[in-house]
């Protein structure tokens, strides 16, 4: 009796623990969410809008983005994970609750219920090569719009510039008010130039995916 108690201790407090972080996810409301974008909207709401930090380059498509990455990208920033100093002030003004309200929301925000995006269309022979050793696919999906964990985020579609910067960012260290510390996007992006990271970026960008930016103004947010 002793080891077989000894032999299912393991497997119940890994069940205890599995139901204690489920029990504490926080739900994301979609309609609570619309209350909260007057923050995000200035620049995602905003069709062409370019950042200029720390070069210019386009703000990200997040309509349609996955719930929990943008939770996960908020948190990141909150965490000092990710270094942009206009992001951070903003998440560090969120709470958990908020951060879930505005990934419900710009999850479904310009959705249109349709066949799923295509199957990506054949890269280069160069490019195959530089995929292949990044293994994009393995977490990002074959058409870079379904990731394996929706924690990762939607890839196809999204602006080449953006994804470049972005993609830089992991390779950047020791910077206060740039950079992105992931160790998996860390690992795959100090593989590659600059150069070849633009590729990547430009190839991806190129992909039918459901990533778009819906054009909004504080005004018409505050009517709801």
Avoid at 41 to 63: L, T
Avoid at 99 to 123: F, I, Q, W
Avoid at 148 to 156: E, N, T, V
């Amino acid at each position: 009796m002793n080891k077989l108690l000894l032999t299912l201790l393991p497997l119940v407090l890994a069940a205890a623990s599995t139901f204690s972080a489920h029990a504490q996810e926080v739900k994301g409301d979609a309609h609570a969410g619309q209350k909260k974008i007057a923050m995000c909207i200035g620049c995602h709401g905003i069709p062409g809008y370019q950042a200029s930090f720390p070069e210019v380059h386009k703000v990200p498509m997040i309509s349609g983005q996955g719930a929990k990455y943008i939770v996960s990208a908020l948190g990141a920033y909150k965490k000092g994970e990710r270094k942009h100093p206009t992001m951070r002030a903003i998440a560090d003004s969120l709470t958990d609750q908020d951060m879930a309200d505005l990934g419900a929301y710009y999850e479904g925000h310009g959705k249109v219920e349709s066949a799923a995006p295509a199957k990506a269309t054949e890269p280069s022979a160069k490019v195959a090569e530089l995929l292949k050793k990044g293994t994009c696919v393995a977490c990002h999906g074959d058409n870079f719009s379904k990731p394996i964990d929706p924690s990762y985020p939607k890839i196809a579609g999204q602006h080449a510039d953006y994804l470049f910067v972005a993609l830089k960012a992991y390779k950047s260290e020791g910077h206060a008010t740039w950079g992105r510390s992931n160790g998996i996007m860390g690992g795959m992006a100090k593989q590659f130039s600059n150069a070849e990271l633009k590729e990547m970026a430009k190839y991806i960008s190129a992909q039918q995916g459901e990533l778009k930016t819906v054009p909004q103004s504080r005004v018409h947010s505050a009517a709801h």
